[in-house]
C-alpha cells in the first residue's frame, strides 16, 4: 500500500512543472461529518516538499464532491494573501477512499490552454472516507501577489486512490475575482488621476486661449479715413445769387 502510494507520487512529480506560488497550512485538521476519517494524521505540503502535476486519471464511480468557500462567499481573492476552501468528498462506493493530496491551478477565463499559475499542493496522510461516508478537507492557498487584478478561472483537483488504483476528481472549476494587495487604490487608479489632472490642464489651457482671442477681437477699433473736403466751383458759380449764398456771406461778415 505504501510502494503503491510512493510510485503515484513520484510519477505526478515527473510530471509537474514545479511551479509553487501558493502557501499551505502548516497544521489543520480534516472535518469530517457522519463519521471520522481513519487515522486523523494528515500531512501537510510545505515549500519544500514536492508539488504534484496534472495527471490523467479518470473520476472513481461512486464519488462526489463539492467546494465551499466558507469565508468568503463571493469569491474574492486578494493577490498575496491566503484565501481557504472547504472539499466536500462522499464516497459512495464498496471500498475506503484514501486522499492523496489536493491541487489547484489557476488559468485564463474561457481559455485553460494559457495556464496562470499553479498552486501549491496539499497532501495528506492516512486520510480516508469509509463507505457511505462524507469528509471534508480544507485547501489553504494564496495567489501571487504580481498577478493583475481581474476575472480568471480556478481548477481545482482532489487527488486519491481505492483499492491501490489512483483516481483524480475535480471539485471546482470556476470563476474567482483577484483584487490588488494594498488598499483601495491600485496602479489603474492612479494611472486614471493623472490621466483626468491632465485632461482638465490642457481643457484649462484651451478656454483661456479662447477668451483672450475674444477680448482681441473686441478691443479692435475700426480705422476711418479723414480727407479734404473738395468743391465742385461749376456748383459754386450755379448757387451765385441764391440765398444760400447770400446766408453763407451774411456769416461770414458776421466771425469778422
Not at 85 to 109: C, D, F, Q, T, W
Request: glycine share 8%; with cysteine; hydrophobic share 40%.
Amino acid at each position: 500500500m505504501k510502494f503503491r502510494i510512493f510510485y503515484i507520487l513520484a510519477f505526478l512529480l515527473l510530471s509537474s512543472p514545479l511551479l509553487q506560488v501558493a502557501r499551505c497550512q502548516s497544521d489543520s485538521d480534516a472535518e469530517v461529518s457522519d463519521v471520522a476519517i481513519e487515522g486523523g494524521d494528515l500531512g501537510i505540503v510545505g515549500d519544500d516538499v514536492q508539488d504534484f502535476g496534472d495527471g490523467s486519471f479518470s473520476p472513481a464511480p461512486g464519488v462526489e464532491t463539492v467546494c465551499v468557500f466558507p469565508k468568503n462567499p463571493s469569491r474574492l481573492v486578494t493577490a498575496g494573501e491566503e484565501s481557504e476552501l472547504l472539499v466536500g468528498m462522499r464516497n459512495e462506493g464498496e471500498s475506503n477512499l484514501n486522499v492523496i493530496a489536493i491541487k489547484a491551478s489557476v488559468y485564463l477565463p474561457f481559455n485553460h490552454n494559457l495556464l496562470v499559475q499553479n498552486l501549491t499542493a496539499q497532501a495528506f496522510n492516512n486520510a480516508s472516507v469509509p463507505p457511505s461516508a462524507l469528509a471534508t478537507f480544507p485547501y489553504i492557498f494564496a495567489v501571487s501577489k504580481f498577478l493583475q487584478p481581474g476575472t480568471f478561472d480556478l481548477v481545482g483537483t482532489v487527488l486519491y486512490d481505492i483499492d491501490q488504483n489512483p483516481y483524480q476528481s475535480t471539485f471546482y472549476n470556476g470563476t474567482i475575482e483577484v483584487a490588488e494587495a494594498g488598499g483601495p487604490l491600485s496602479v489603474e487608479s492612479v494611472f486614471l488621476f493623472c490621466l483626468g489632472i491632465a485632461l482638465l490642464g490642457l481643457l484649462g489651457l484651451w478656454i483661456r486661449n479662447q477668451i483672450q482671442n475674444l477680448s482681441k477681437k473686441t478691443k479692435r477699433v475700426p480705422m476711418v479715413e479723414v480727407g479734404t473736403k473738395t468743391t465742385d466751383a461749376s456748383m459754386d458759380e450755379w448757387l451765385q445769387g441764391t440765398a444760400y449764398t447770400q446766408s453763407l456771406s451774411s456769416k461770414s461778415k458776421k466771425k469778422k
